[in-house]
């Protein structure tokens, strides 16, 4: 399948699906009241992470070849959508959250996913130790997770950031032959213009901690790949 294929696919269901996750949203109260540090004039349903989600790995199904760290970015990513579904819903105070998110990046490590050596200019190639590594992987995670979810405050930003990124990551995947990335990278760029579609000034729609923080965390399981 082609990466433009890829593109389109994540594009049409997360255009489809969006409206359904505002219909969702009003459904379950997962509503951003105006007042605080929010700025927009009327209440916006907040769970169009889930068809950002959808969109993402409906056309990802589709790939052929599915390796273990395609199936480690689905286990975790799944993870760490329910664990922003939940905050959406309920709340989740930010030292539990922060918690949940360091389980979400571990199980990254469970795949295969590792960063055994390190090239720096002047210096080369320095091997680094395994306690290190999962040190770096995880931190590596956490931090564009919350990269990502601290972006989310104005209209199409995060999204708009994410789209751009993916596709930088998806032409730099392709560069260097990693095939399986470029179309992971391509479908989430897909799936955040299909987003923004509905997240343009004014909103309709927010992306919530569920949309913020699982497009961090495949950005950030992705680039380690």
Same mark, same amino acid.
């Given at each position: !399948?082609?990466?433009?294929l %890829? $593109? +389109?696919?994540?594009?049409a269901?997360? *255009?489809t699906?969006?409206?359904?996750?505002v219909?969702?949203?009003?459904?379950w109260?997962?509503?951003?009241?105006?007042?605080?540090r929010?700025?927009?004039?009327?209440? +916006?349903?907040?769970l169009? @992470?889930?068809?950002?989600y &959808?969109g993402?790995?409906?056309?990802v199904a589709?790939m052929?070849?599915? #390796?273990?760290? +395609?199936?480690?970015?689905?286990?975790?990513?799944?993870? !760490?959508?329910?664990?922003?579904?939940? #905050?959406?819903?309920? @709340? =989740?105070r930010?030292?539990?959250?922060l918690?949940?998110?360091?389980?979400?990046?571990?199980v990254l490590?469970f795949?295969?996913?590792q *960063?055994?050596?390190?090239?720096?200019p002047l210096?080369?190639?320095?091997? =680094?130790?395994?306690?290190?590594? +999962?040190?770096?992987?995880v931190?590596?995670?956490?931090?564009?997770v919350?990269?990502?979810? =601290?972006? #989310?405050?104005?209209?199409?930003?995060?999204a708009?950031?994410?789209?751009?990124?993916?596709?930088?990551?998806?032409?730099?995947?392709?560069? =260097?032959?990693?095939?399986?990335?470029?179309?992971? %990278?391509?479908?989430?760029?897909?799936? &955040?213009?299909? $987003?923004l579609?509905?997240? $343009?000034?004014?909103a309709? *729609?927010?992306?919530?901690?569920? @949309?913020?923080?699982?497009m961090?965390?495949?950005?950030?399981?992705?680039?380690?790949?």
């Amino acid at each position: !399948m082609s990466y433009w294929l %890829t $593109f +389109i696919i994540a594009v049409a269901i997360a *255009v489809t699906l969006t409206p359904v996750s505002v219909i969702l949203a009003k459904k379950w109260g997962a509503i951003d009241y105006p007042g605080g540090r929010h700025i927009h004039s009327k209440p +916006i349903p907040r769970l169009g @992470g889930l068809a950002i989600y &959808a969109g993402f790995w409906i056309a990802v199904a589709m790939m052929r070849g599915w #390796d273990m760290y +395609i199936w480690g970015l689905f286990i975790g990513s799944t993870f !760490m959508l329910l664990v922003g579904l939940r #905050d959406d819903m309920h @709340g =989740i105070r930010p030292l539990p959250k922060l918690v949940w998110q360091l389980i979400a990046a571990s199980v990254l490590l469970f795949f295969g996913f590792q *960063v055994n050596t390190l090239d720096l200019p002047l210096i080369g190639t320095l091997k =680094i130790p395994r306690v290190v590594e +999962i040190l770096f992987i995880v931190f590596w995670v956490v931090s564009l997770v919350n990269t990502v979810n =601290i972006s #989310d405050g104005l209209d199409g930003l995060a999204a708009g950031i994410c789209f751009g990124a993916a596709l930088l990551l998806s032409w730099s995947a392709h560069r =260097i032959g990693q095939e399986n990335a470029a179309h992971l %990278t391509m479908a989430l760029a897909g799936a &955040a213009l299909g $987003f923004l579609f509905f997240n $343009f000034h004014p909103a309709k *729609v927010f992306m919530g901690d569920c @949309g913020s923080m699982f497009m961090g965390y495949i950005i950030g399981g992705v680039s380690i790949m």
